[in-house]
Antibody, heavy 119, light 110 residues
Framework: EVQLVESGGGLVQPGGSLRLSCAASGFTFSSYWMGWVRQAPGKGLEWVANIRQDGGEKYYVDSVKGRFTISRENAKNSLYLQMNSLRAEDTAVYYC????????????WGQGTLVTVSS | QSVLTQSPSASETPGQRVTISCSGSSSNIGSNYVYWYQQLPGTAPKLLIYRNNQRPSGVPDRFSGSRSGTSASLAISGLRSEDEADYYCAAWDDRLYGVLFGGGTKLTVL
């Protein structure tokens, strides 16, 4: 059974940093693109970033470029999102998702982890 | 503001058919596959339609997708109360070099 479990969310002050993790199981992690999608409270879905199987290709939404870094460790079946210079508008539930390609073909999702940026 | 435009809400009675639309442009829907997601209250999104009109295993054939030009549609027939959810379209955008989601349509089954 495919499982994606996010962790690392919490309360952080504006300008602070946080690292999200996603533990994958039930499939060959190194064979899939992976991504992060977020959802602000009461709002719609917003794609954040995608990463290729070998980590050699990455894409980001403009609003996080230069602040967020997506990475993966295939040996540990883990996906990460390093978030720096956090802003109030980054407050959201962050979902980890598996993708068949670089596009929005997210066939499995985690349960999400809440990030709150507030003083 | 989303580049993929969806009506904020839709409603229909049980047993009927409803169509949810998603409008884009030549750089996204016009040249890339469209995907649809269902999000039930308090849960993670679920892939409903991929590559314009394909259903993942386990998704009932009451759900169907189509694309024409720079627009796409999700049709749900034989509406059930459990279909009450938020529905999102998504596509890759060649100009922005990223994934776009529509703003979402909240479906109410009356």
């Amino acid at each position: 059974e495919v499982q994606l479990v996010e962790s690392g969310g919490g309360l952080v002050q504006p300008g602070g940093s946080l690292r999200l993790s996603c533990a994958a199981s039930g499939f060959t992690f190194s064979s899939y693109w992976m991504g992060w999608v977020r959802q602000a409270p009461g709002k719609g879905l917003e794609w954040v970033a995608n990463i290729r199987q070998d980590g050699g290709e990455k894409y980001y939404v403009d609003s996080v470029k230069g602040r967020f870094t997506i990475s993966r460790e295939n040996a540990k079946n883990s996906l990460y999102l390093q978030m720096n210079s956090l802003r109030a508008e980054d407050t959201a539930v962050y979902y980890c998702a598996r993708s068949e390609d670089y596009g929005p073909h997210f066939d499995y999702w985690g349960q999400g982890t809440l990030v709150t940026v507030s003083s | 503001q989303s580049v993929l435009t969806q009506s904020p809400s839709a409603s229909e009675t049980p047993g009927q058919r409803v169509t949810i639309s998603c409008s884009g442009s030549s750089s996204n829907i016009g040249s890339n596959y469209v995907y649809w997601y269902q999000q039930l209250p308090g849960t993670a999104p679920k892939l409903l339609i991929y590559r314009n009109n394909q259903r993942p295993s386990g998704v009932p054939d009451r759900f169907s997708g189509s694309r024409s030009g720079t627009s796409a549609s999700l049709a749900i027939s034989g509406l059930r109360s459990e279909d009450e959810a938020d529905y999102y379209c998504a596509a890759w955008d060649d100009r922005l070099y990223g994934v776009l989601f529509g703003g979402g349509t909240k479906l109410t089954v009356l």
